[in-house]
């Protein structure tokens, strides 16, 4: 809300999102790193009229559903993990807990797919998560791991991947 003044007239209007890591509270002492935190999506929309809105919320993929539901951490982070036989066996006790050998945190970066509202929260190593933002502000995770129907099988899954 303003306290005071007013948004320029010729402000572009539409939803601002900021995605970003964000350690679960319950785990920040067992995580490896802030990095490895889960994604969190911050949205504020600029309605035509009306007052701008602000929300925030974890994007749901498969890993921050497992975690939430045992109520504990199931994974050992990846960004901060050291290399070689420790952090295979990293990923190996992953899978064995968690049934998945990296947590698909999609906290890295953002892709709008065209009008609709509709968003992927990207992170490098796994598939993304569908979202979609709705004009009020609030987001939702439609889709965890979301694969195009099928059409996105490689392991270089970011859009922007060169090489």
């Known amino acids: 809300r303003l306290l005071f003044g007013a948004l320029p007239a010729d402000l572009p209007r539409g939803a601002v999102l900021?995605?970003?890591p964000n350690p679960q509270p319950e785990y920040t002492s067992e995580q490896g790193g802030w990095l490895d935190g889960?994604?969190?999506l911050h949205c504020v929309v600029l309605p035509v009229?009306?007052?701008?809105?602000?929300?925030?919320?974890w994007v749901r993929t498969e890993g921050f559903v497992k975690e939430r539901e045992a109520k504990r951490r199931l994974f050992d982070g990846s960004l901060v993990a050291p290399r070689g036989l420790p952090l295979l066996w990293g990923l190996l006790m992953n899978g064995l807990?968690?049934?998945q050998p990296q947590k698909d945190?999609?906290?890295?970066?953002?892709?709008p797919l065209g009008k609709g509202g509709r968003v992927l929260a990207l992170m490098e190593q796994c598939l993304p998560a569908e979202l979609r933002v709705e004009t009020d502000g609030t987001v939702t995770t439609l889709a965890?791991?979301?694969d195009f129907d099928g059409q996105l099988k490689?392991?270089?899954?970011h859009p922007f991947a060169g090489g």
């Open 97 to 99: 807990r968690a049934a």
């Open 105 to 111: 945190t999609a906290n890295t970066g953002l892709l």
């Open 49 to 57: 009229e009306g007052e701008a809105a602000y929300s925030r919320t």
């Open 38 to 40: 889960d994604g969190m």
């Open 18 to 20: 900021k995605n970003g």
């Open 144 to 146: 965890a791991g979301f």
């Open 154 to 157: 490689d392991l270089a899954r």
